[in-house]
């Protein structure tokens, strides 16, 4: 079974959380923001994604 963890470049732009293999982005201000999404293993190998976002008001 796979695990995940994820991170945001800038928690004023953007949360992000990780519920079992759903990744949860939310925009909270104008801006851009790095997420990186970390996959684990049970043998301890590791695969990593970024996704680069923009938010903005309208």
Known sequence: M????????DAAIA???VNGS?????GVADGQ???????????GNTAQTTVHGK???E
């Open 2 to 9: 796979l695990t995940y963890e994820a991170v945001t470049s």
């Open 15 to 17: 949360s992000v959380s």
């Open 22 to 26: 759903q990744l949860i982005v939310t």
């Open 33 to 43: 923001a790095v997420i990186t999404v970390t996959a684990h293993d049970p043998a």
């Open 55 to 57: 938010r903005c008001f």
